[in-house]
C-alpha cells in the first residue's frame, strides 16, 4: 500500500510540474521575453565594448535572481550560450529546474521499484546528465545544418550585390528565404543593424549564435571588405564553392569510414546485448561475476577497455577536414 501510495504521489507532482512547465513556456516565448534573454546574453558577452558601461549595468540589473545566481559558476554561466546555440528557447534556469525535478522523481521511482540506493543513483546521474548531452547533440545537429544551407546564403547574397542590391538588403532577404537556422541568424544580424549596431559588429555577433568555422571565414572577409574594399561577391562565390567542395570530400570520406564506424558500434554493443541474453535464457549463470568481488572487478575492466576501445575506433575514423 505505502508503495502504491508513493508511486501516485510521484506521478502527481510530475504532472503538476508538467502543467506549471507549460504555463511558463507558454510565458517566456513571447517576443518581450525573447528579446530580453537576448539583452542579457549581450551585456554578459560584451568584449568588444559596443555597449555602454551605464547600459550594461542597467540591463544586468533586470536579471532574475536564480539566473545571477547561476551566472556565478563558470559553466553554467555559458549554458545559456549553448541553449541558444542547440536552438532551445527556454532558459538556462528553468532547463536545469526542469532537469533536477525530473532527475528526482526518477530517483524515487526507482527507489520504489527497486528499493536499491545504488540503482536509484545511478539512475539520477543518467536522467541529469541526459539533457546536457542532448544539448550538445541538438547544437551538432544544427551546425551540420546551418553547414548545408550557408553556400546557398552566400550565393543568394553575391547575386543579389550583383544586381545592385545593398549588403544590408541582401542580409535581409537571406533572413527571409533561407530555412533555420541561417535565415533566423541572418534575421537576427539584420534586426541588429536596423536597430543601430554598426553592420560589422551585427555580422560578428553571428558567431556568438553559432560556433561555424564557415561563419567566421565569411565575417572575416566581410570585415576585410568594410576596411580595404574589393569584389565581395567573387569573395563570397569562391567561398560558397569551397565550402561545397568540402562537404562533398566529407561525404566521401564517411562512405569509406562506415565499414569502421560499424564495426565500433558492434563490438561496443555486443558485449552488452550478449550479457542481456545469457541473463535471461541462463538464469544464473552471470552470478558469479555479479555477486563475487573478482567478478566486479572483471566486470569493471571490462567495461573500461570496451569504452577506451570504443573511443580508440572512433578517433580512427574520425577524419577532420
Not at 547574397?157 to 542590391?165: D, N, P, T, V
Not at 571588405?225 to 569562391?238: F, H, M, R, Y
Not at 562533398?248 to 560499424?262: D, E, K, L, N, P
Not at 552488452?272 to 541474453?277: N, S, T, V
Amino acid at each position: 500500500m505505502l508503495i502504491q501510495v508513493t508511486l501516485l504521489i510521484s506521478v502527481a507532482v510530475l504532472l503538476v510540474v508538467l502543467a506549471a512547465y507549460m504555463f511558463f513556456a507558454s510565458v517566456q516565448e513571447s517576443p518581450k521575453a525573447e528579446l530580453k534573454r537576448r539583452l542579457r546574453r549581450m551585456a554578459r558577452s560584451d568584449s568588444r565594448g559596443g555597449m555602454s558601461e551605464e547600459l550594461r549595468t542597467e540591463i544586468l540589473k533586470e536579471t532574475p535572481p536564480l539566473d545571477q545566481f547561476l551566472s556565478k559558476f563558470p559553466y553554467l554561466r555559458n549554458l545559456d550560450k549553448l541553449m541558444d546555440q542547440a536552438g532551445v528557447k527556454i532558459t538556462a534556469a528553468k532547463f536545469l529546474m526542469l532537469t533536477a525535478i525530473a532527475s528526482l522523481v526518477a530517483f524515487l521511482l526507482s527507489l520504489v521499484l527497486y528499493k536499491m540506493i545504488l540503482v536509484s543513483l545511478v539512475v539520477f546521474g543518467v536522467i541529469f546528465v541526459a539533457p546536457f548531452l542532448y544539448l550538445e547533440y541538438l547544437k551538432g545537429r544544427r551546425v551540420e545544418r546551418f553547414t548545408e544551407l550557408f553556400p546557398e546564403a552566400l550565393t543568394m547574397i553575391a547575386r543579389s550585390l550583383r544586381a545592385g542590391h545593398s549588403f544590408t538588403s541582401a542580409i535581409q532577404l537571406v533572413g527571409q528565404e533561407i530555412a533555420d537556422p541561417v535565415g533566423t541568424i541572418f534575421k537576427n544580424a539584420y534586426d541588429q543593424q536596423q536597430l543601430g549596431l554598426r553592420a560589422t559588429d551585427a555580422l560578428a555577433n553571428m558567431n556568438e549564435r553559432l560556433e561555424s568555422l564557415d561563419l567566421r571565414f565569411f565575417t572575416t572577409a566581410v570585415g576585410i571588405n568594410t576596411e580595404v574594399g574589393g569584389n565581395l561577391a567573387e569573395i563570397l562565390d569562391k567561398l560558397a564553392e569551397t565550402i561545397r567542395e568540402r562537404q562533398r570530400i566529407r561525404r566521401q570520406v564517411r562512405v569509406y569510414t562506415a565499414q569502421g564506424r560499424m564495426s565500433g558500434y558492434i563490438l561496443a554493443c555486443l558485449p552488452i546485448i550478449a550479457f542481456i541474453l545469457f541473463r535471461f535464457m541462463l538464469p544464473g549463470y552471470e552470478d558469479e561475476l555479479l555477486n563475487s568481488t573478482k567478478g566486479k572487478i572483471v566486470l569493471a575492466v571490462a567495461a573500461t577497455m570496451q569504452l577506451i576501445g570504443f573511443f580508440v575506433i572512433r578517433k580512427i575514423v574520425n577524419i577532420r577536414i
